[in-house]
């Protein structure tokens, strides 16, 4: 029976379209990110061996994210771990994030590295991708809505700001209040030095007046 397979422009096409998906989502999913830190740390390797259709593809993990080809990198014999796999058991793994789903691949490898990988799988998934980007366009606009007792809380503190205010108003129209007492008795008092000068000045020209007369 002839095994199903895709033909190698076709599958370098395809392998660039998910290589810039990953590198999407790793730049939007932190949690993606981390479970990627370990495996590019050791600059992992990952045979992925497809059936139906039958397709190998190694995936390299690395600080410029998860690179995907269909040979192993230069200076590579072997990978680090092998995933053989059906196509449609993949699909569900990456879609679901269930991890009874991911421990139905087969994985061969060094048992801590396996490990990572299955970890990084469960994490990754095209829902990331989708809240990533809606979360990156609201720009954090759904926030959770407040609690009761933040509620309550913030009533408190527009009450005391509301008190605060009334009081600072008191005391500035006691103040105002104040300066006008102090205007209109500095008025009067000018009022009776205006007219005391008067009279002062009065009583000086007639007694000039009348010493003058008297000589």
Known sequence: M??????????????????SALTLLLRLDPELRKAAYPLAKQETVVALRLYL??????????????????????????P??????YSIQVINAITT?????????????ES???????????????????????KKIKGGKNKPKPTEAEKADKKESYKLR?????????????????????????????QTFIITSIVAAVIAIAAIIALFIMT
């Open 2 to 19: 002839k095994r199903s397979t895709l033909s190698h422009s076709l599958l370098n096409i395809i392998l660039v379209f998910i290589e």
């Open 53 to 78: 259709p039958h397709v190998e593809v190694f995936a390299t993990f690395s600080t410029k994210g998860v690179l995907l080809d269909d040979r192993l990198p230069i200076g590579r014999t072997e």
């Open 112 to 134: 801590v590295q396996v490990q990572l990988v299955k970890q990084f799988i469960m994490q990754l998934g095209l829902g990331s991708l989708i809240q990533g980007v809606i």
């Open 80 to 85: 680090d771990v092998v995933i053989n796999a």
């Open 162 to 190: 509301i008190k605060e205010q009334q009081t600072q108003i008191t005391t500035l129209t006691i103040k105002n209040r104040e300066l006008e007492t102090t205007v209109k008795e500095l008025q009067s008092k000018q």
């Open 97 to 109: 994030h269930d991890s009874e789903t991911t421990e139905k691949l087969q994985m061969r490898g």
